[in-house]
């Protein structure tokens, strides 16, 4: 498996910027072992049998993985297992560091939308094995991450053929009442200023560039395709009915999205690391090992 840290000056936040990625190279070799006979030094446990063979051009599906608010890039893969899982359903994982961003073009100025969706896909297209077609692109996360999947597979469907929010209850909603709701009240104001200074006023908010609602309205109506959602939560989860509200919202706009209700798991990373073990095993259209049909 290879792990990666990857550090670029991004022209569109006017910074560097730390990006982790994951390659699933244990199942590949530089030559065939069937028709070549090289001295093995041993191959990663649970990795035996048929391998394939790299070669020039070769890409790989992918997926975005967003971490959750006040976290970084790193600690997704310190906290879950999601590099191992990337290894046995032989995808490729990217994960920026947004800070606390939200995932959205802020009010004060920082374009984290823009990167998300116009400067990352290029940039890791050109410079990694990362396959360009929608049907192999995909963007996931959890808490402040999965609101930032859901409102960038809404806002950019033509990136992404699935989605999948985990646990998304903070930032990006389609609900317009608890948003405003949010913006209004003294929580936020007083624990979380940048909140308001990414989103605006309540009294602002509706047909602003952060109404996810009027947006995703508006690309139902364009008939160009959508992203597929896939919206998980804990049953026992503080933000439960905040994750609901936007499944309310997807299934009343027409979109195509399946709830998982997870029955005993609340707000942290055991759910998460099993969320996205199950999206990444059993979920996702991936192409893994094992069929013809499905080599890179």
């Known amino acids: 498996m290879s792990l990666m840290r990857f550090n670029y000056r991004s022209s569109v936040l006017g910074k560097y910027v730390d990006i982790s990625i994951v390659l699933p190279t244990d199942r590949y070799d530089f030559y065939d072992l069937e028709k070549e006979k090289y001295g093995l030094h041993g191959e990663a446990p649970g990795h035996q049998g048929k391998?394939?063979?790299?070669h020039?051009?070769?890409?790989?599906?992918?997926?975005?993985?967003?971490?959750?608010?006040?976290?970084?890039d790193s600690l997704?893969?310190?906290?879950?297992?999601?590099?191992?899982?990337?290894?046995?359903?032989?995808?490729?994982?990217?994960?920026?560091?947004?800070?606390?961003?939200?995932?959205v073009d802020a009010d004060y100025g920082i374009k984290y939308q823009t990167f998300l969706a116009k400067e990352l896909p290029v940039v890791i297209q050109s410079l990694f094995p990362?396959?360009?077609k929608r049907e192999d692109n995909f963007i996931m996360g959890y808490a402040m991450g999965g609101n930032v999947a859901l409102g960038t597979a809404i806002m950019h469907p033509e990136l992404f053929c699935a989605c999948v929010d985990m646990s998304g209850g903070i930032g990006m909603t389609l609900d317009n009442?608890?948003?405003?709701?949010?913006?209004?009240?003294?929580?936020?104001?007083?624990?979380?200023?940048?909140?308001?200074?990414?989103?605006?006023?309540?009294?602002?908010?509706?047909?602003?560039?952060?109404?996810?609602?009027?947006i995703a309205?508006?690309?139902k109506e364009s008939k160009e395709p959508l992203s597929r959602f896939y919206v998980c939560c804990g049953s026992e989860e503080f933000i439960r009915y905040r994750v609901e509200k936007d499944v309310d919202k997807l299934r009343e706009l027409g979109y195509e999205v399946?709830?998982?209700?997870?029955?005993?798991?609340?707000?942290?990373?055991?759910?998460?690391?099993?969320?996205i073990r199950i999206m990444l095993d059993e979920t996702l259209p991936l192409k893994r090992f094992g069929k013809e049909e499905d080599k890179v």
């Open 51 to 54: 391998r394939n063979v790299y």
């Open 56 to 72: 020039p051009g070769m890409k790989f599906q992918t997926v975005y993985l967003i971490h959750g608010g006040g976290d970084d």
């Open 76 to 103: 997704t893969y310190r906290y879950t297992n999601a590099e191992r899982y990337a290894q046995e359903n032989n995808v490729m994982l990217v994960t920026p560091d947004i800070a606390n961003s939200f995932g």
């Open 130 to 132: 990362s396959s360009p």
């Open 177 to 214: 009442e608890v948003m405003k709701e949010e913006l209004s009240g003294s929580h936020f104001r007083n624990f979380m200023p940048i909140y308001n200074s990414s989103f605006g006023e309540a009294d602002g908010y509706e047909g602003s560039a952060h109404d996810l609602y009027a």
């Open 217 to 219: 309205k508006r690309k």
């Open 258 to 275: 399946d709830y998982i209700l997870a029955e005993g798991y609340t707000h942290d990373f055991k759910m998460w690391d099993d969320y």
